[in-house]
T-cell receptor, first 116, second 113 residues
Framework: ETGVTQTPRHLVMGMTNKKSLKCEQH?????MYWYKQSAKKPLELMFV???????ENNSVPSRFSPECPNSSHLFLHLHTLQPEDSALYLC???????????????FGSGTQLSVL | GQQLNQSPQSMFIQEGEDVSMNCTSS?????WLWYKQDPGEGPVLLIA?????ELTSNGRLTAQFGITRKDSFLNISASIPSDVGIYFC?????????????FGKGTHLIIQP
């Protein structure tokens, strides 16, 4: 148990569906992240939030829409996804600013997404 | 952007064997991190290294920060079944934070009975 909880664990959706991934951290951290993990590729940083403000968006397509209503919760809203978006989506948190040196990431278990 | 070369991609070993894996980079890093990902779970931090030449242990795991600051090694001694998983290295450049981590592609460790 890392203190970062993601739901659902598995999600299958059609290309016309709208769904949301949820992440909650119980660590009192101030920064939260979305990563995409595809087979045989390094972890890809998608979005970073620090104190509920988006500080980074790594050229992610607009069909992915993040939301951070408070420092404990992070959502990833999905719509009109493509089959190549199938991957494990990992949420992470860190204690202080994402720009602070030596900040450590604490990951959730991920949502395994399949787009049909 | 910076890239990390992590090798080997996968390892098939017998229980009790020692394991070695490494990451190399074309760029200098200030911090090296090693994570392990169990099947169906997210990565968990194993060891963090902050100084060139640093050697740090965590139980049966030992990691080293290369002198050139462009590489790092992870060794596992006397492997056991629960060591199965994917091991990732991650590098952080000088002045970079958690948002500047570069990850390797991972080493899959498989232990044959």
């Amino acid at each position: 148990e890392t203190g970062v909880t993601q739901t659902p664990r598995h999600l299958v959706m059609g290309m016309t569906n709208k769904k949301s991934l949820k992440c909650e951290q119980h660590l009192g951290h101030n920064a939260m992240y979305w990563y995409k993990q595809s087979a045989k590729k390094p972890l890809e940083l998608m979005f970073v939030y620090s104190l509920e403000e988006r500080v980074e968006n790594n050229s992610v397509p607009s069909r992915f829409s993040p939301e951070c209503p408070n420092s404990s919760h992070l959502f990833l809203h999905l719509h009109t996804l493509q089959p190549e978006d199938s991957a494990l989506y990992l949420c992470a948190s860190s204690q202080d600013s994402p720009h602070s040196p030596n900040e450590k990431l604490f990951f959730g278990s991920g949502t395994q997404l399949s787009v049909l | 952007g910076q890239q990390l070369n992590q090798s080997p991609q996968s390892m098939f070993i017998q229980e009790g064997e020692d394991v070695s894996m490494n990451c190399t980079s074309s760029s200098i890093f200030n911090t090296w991190l090693w994570y392990k990902q169990d099947p169906g779970e997210g990565p968990v931090l194993l060891i963090a290294l902050y100084k060139a030449g640093e050697l740090t242990s965590n139980g049966r795991l030992t990691a080293q920060f290369g002198i050139t600051r462009k590489d790092s090694f992870l060794n596992i001694s006397a492997s056991i079944p629960s060591d199965v998983g994917i091991y990732f290295c991650a590098g952080q450049y000088e002045g970079g934070g958690a948002d500047g981590l570069t990850f390797g592609k991972g080493t899959h460790l498989i232990i044959q009975p």
